[in-house]
């Protein structure tokens, strides 16, 4: 065979191999669409707060608030379950985010006089787990017997944009809402009150020191008049 031939040949194959190399390269894989986070949470203690020390101790502690985020009131109590009596006493402090800080003052028992104070964190896995130091220098590890709650907290409300075209105010202090339908002088029927900070819509003229009537949804009855207390 011609060297020219073999040559052309030989290019036909190494371009078939290529194309069929090509042709079995898998195509790229789609990336996942992102899923929306989670809103953040807000851990709370369980109704009553139950931890053990490395060194045997169960303690046991009230909590209150809503979100459960503060320790106390009542009586907190320790003891090694089924060996030492228990050891009473009252507590302050609680959590923010997820950092743990409360001391337990001992008032009753063989623990009397004694002072913990427990510090720590929430853990990915929901339980509570740090170290304790009493007024001793003595310290130990504990764990929450329990996984904290978490309590998802809504954002806060944001006032809506003021619709264009319309003239708003801010109540600049606490102001009565008299009807509409009166004469602006004072003496007319109190229907409500706008607050600090509300919203109002204008309509007509308004001056710093005079009878404005405003509308809106934190207007009573949808309108009304009130006196000065407005920012333009």
Known sequence: MPIKAKRRMLFVAATAIG????????????ADPMLPLAPPCEYEFPTVLMLTQDNGITVQVPVSGSPRQSVGP???MYAIVGKTAGTFGTTY???NGRNINFTARWEQGPGAG???TYTGQVGDDGFASGTTRNN???TNSWRSNE????????????NPPPQQGKRMARVTEDVDVYNVKNEPDGAGHVIGILRLDQQVE????????SWCQVAGDNVPGG????????QL
Do not use: D, I, R
């Open 114 to 116: 004694l002072t913990n």
């Open 136 to 138: 001793l220098n003595n």
């Open 19 to 30: 194309a069929a190399g090509f042709l079995t390269v898998p195509a790229p894989a789609q």
């Open 74 to 76: 009542g009586k907190a």
């Open 93 to 95: 402090g609680g959590m």
């Open 147 to 158: 996984k904290m709650s978490c309590v998802y907290k809504p954002p806060p409300q944001q």
């Open 202 to 209: 204008l309509v007509g003229s308004c001056a710093p020191e």
């Open 223 to 230: 309108n009304g008049w009130v006196w000065g207390h407005l």
